[in-house]
């Protein structure tokens, strides 16, 4: 942290890897830290703001290895500083019920030894030692590991895509503060705990490959690189083909988080457009940040109504109704969770069916994004999903779904559910 902005070895370099804090810019910030041609800028310039998947133009399915690679020359950085080869950073396990408050050694402000590691951005009871997820139970969970496919499948995300959107940015928000913290994607990688987030999602990748999870096998998907500072600081380009496991990098992980056996790996793609909607909200979905919002969901018209392939259901593992939710977006972070629930009908109770977040979903964040065209570049796919089927067979009219926020959202956010449906598959 004490080295200069220009270091490639250094705090405010290695953050803007992920992304250029937006109250700056990239060109602007490159412009200041680099007053004159040199072989730091031009590092600085391939590198930086390359975070992946969060922006238009930008892979989903490259979340896990870019993320792999960050990390990995990060630590390397600090080996070659320290110049201990055996450093290795840690990973904070909340996926523990017990592990779930921040460790410790990031909440000591002004401590000769840990005080660098503090970050006052951050939701208050978060720096006083409260379990992230006290607020929003359910929060945190392992059920990416139940995906059988890497990618998208039908109505199922995919475990990249799944962990991104579900574990990962949860995470996120229920850490910092959507303003300048955790909680925001251009000043995420600001504070430490972020490093130590990022060894856990790398961990369960590893346990779910452990599982017995393929990852894609595709050429493009293989041979895709990307540029980082290696352990000196000097510009080195990677290839995913030699990060998609660990045993070639000369790392393992103490323990891996258990899981289920996958039997089969799905490595075919069935897009989602595929699926039978069984109910729908034709029009955008605004949520009230203010309070629990709900609509009832519409039969299809008959312009709408398709059957599923039968050979598609057969190899998603047969007929399921999911809820699917994508398209989502806001003006701003909200700053929190909000739980998804059904109720079979208007006056029933509410089904809790999970959580989302908007981490990823605020166009204002991306702007900056060297990758972005937002005339051109569509946004990675991502969905939320959840099964349905028990709440939903054999019902005589069209279910309702709610939002109910978990906690304050932050002012004049206005987050929007873009495209609300039940599906076949």
């Known amino acids: ?173 229920l850490v910092g503060n959507g303003a300048t913290g955790m909680g925001s994607i251009p000043w995420a990688a600001n504070d430490p705990i972020f490093w130590m987030h990022h060894c856990n999602i790398d961990r369960m990748w590893a346990s779910w490959n452990a599982h017995g999870g393929c990852n894609p096998g595709s050429k493009s998907w293989l041979d895709h690189t990307f ?39 799905n490595l075919f793609f069935i897009p989602i457009s595929a699926l039978r909607n069984i109910y729908l909200i034709r029009e955008p979905f605004p949520i009230d940040p203010a309070g629990p919002v709900e609509r009832a969901l519409a039969l299809p018209a008959a312009t709408e109504v398709q059957r599923s392939d039968p050979a598609m259901i057969k190899a998603v593992g047969g007929s399921h109704l999911r809820l699917v939710l994508d398209d989502l977006r806001a003006e701003a972070q909200p700053g929190v969770l909000f739980e998804v629930y059904l109720k079979r009908t208007a006056n029933d109770a509410p089904r809790r069916l999970g959580v989302i977040n908007f981490f990823d979903h605020v166009a204002a964040e991306h702007a900056d994004h060297q990758m972005l065209d937002m005339e051109s570049a569509p946004p990675p796919v991502k969905f939320y999903s959840f099964e349905v089927s028990e709440l939903v067979r054999g019902l005589k009219a069209p279910p309702t779904v709610g939002f109910r926020p978990l906690g304050k959202p932050e002012r004049d956010v206005r987050p929007v559910v873009g495209s609300v449906r039940i599906v076949e598959g």
């Open 227 to 265: 540029t980082f500072p290696d352990g000196d600081g000097n510009s080195v380009v990677a290839k995913i083909s030699d990060f998609k496991a660990l045993g070639p990098l000369n790392y393992a992980y103490d323990a891996l988080e258990p899981g289920p056996r996958i039997g089969l790996c």
């Open 1 to 173: 942290m004490a080295r200069a902005d220009s270091d490639p070895r250094g705090w405010v370099f290695q953050w803007y890897i992920h992304a250029v804090r937006n109250d700056r810019g990239k060109a602007a910030e490159l412009a200041r830290v680099f007053p004159a041609p040199s072989p730091a800028r031009t590092l600085a310039n391939a590198a930086w703001s390359t975070c992946q998947a969060h922006f238009a133009g930008t892979v989903e399915d490259y979340f896990l290895p870019w993320h792999r690679m960050y990390v990995f020359f990060f630590e390397a950085i600090i080996q070659k500083l320290l110049g201990d080869p055996g450093f290795a950073l840690p990973y904070w396990r909340y996926t523990a019920p017990t592990q779930r408050a921040l460790p410790n050694a990031f909440r000591r402000p002004g401590d000769p030894v840990w005080g660098s590691l503090y970050r006052a951005s951050r939701n208050g009871p978060v720096n006083a030692g409260t379990a992230i997820d006290a607020g929003a139970p359910g929060a945190i969970t392992t059920v990416s590991l139940n995906q059988t496919s890497y990618s998208p499948l039908a109505a199922q995300p995919g475990f990249c895509s799944q962990i991104d959107g579900d574990l990962h940015g949860n995470v996120h928000v």
